[in-house]
């Protein structure tokens, strides 16, 4: 079992920037890809970024490629999302998901942390 908790969220004004930290506890993910996603009010859960289990490969939503970066630390064993030119429509509870296989689609991820709330002021 991974045990995933996310923080560094907060409120911020558009512009501004944040860096989302995802600790993981319980097993290794240096052989999981990770993920975020994130969930607006009223809407559904949606992709934001994966990188593999080395840190080699990435890929972005097009809502936040070139202002949002994945990164991760396998001797920390956490993931990190730097979050850049933040935007109203960014706000969101950001999750983030272990998994297999770097993948956009939730299915593809085993285990979820309980989400960090970031709120971006226009």
């Known amino acids: 079992q991974v045990q995933l908790v996310e923080s560094g969220g907060g409120l911020v004004q558009a512009g501004g920037s944040l860096r989302l930290s995802c600790a993981a506890s319980?097993?290794?993910?240096?052989?999981?890809?990770m993920g975020w996603f994130r969930q607006a009010p009223g809407k559904e859960r949606e992709f934001v970024a994966t990188?593999?289990?080395?840190?080699?490969?990435?890929y972005y939503a097009d809502s936040v490629k070139g202002r949002f970066t994945i990164s991760r630390d396998n001797a920390k064993n956490t993931v990190y999302l730097q979050m850049n030119s933040l935007k109203p429509e960014d706000t969101a509870v950001y999750y983030c998901?272990?998994?297999?296989?770097?993948?956009?689609?939730?299915?593809?991820?085993?285990?979820w942390g309980q989400g960090t709330q970031v709120t971006v002021s226009s």
């Open positions: 990188i593999n289990w080395s840190g080699g490969t990435t």
């Open positions: 319980g097993r290794t993910i240096s052989s999981y890809a």
């Open positions: 998901a272990a998994g297999k296989v770097t993948s956009s689609r939730r299915y593809n991820y085993d285990y």
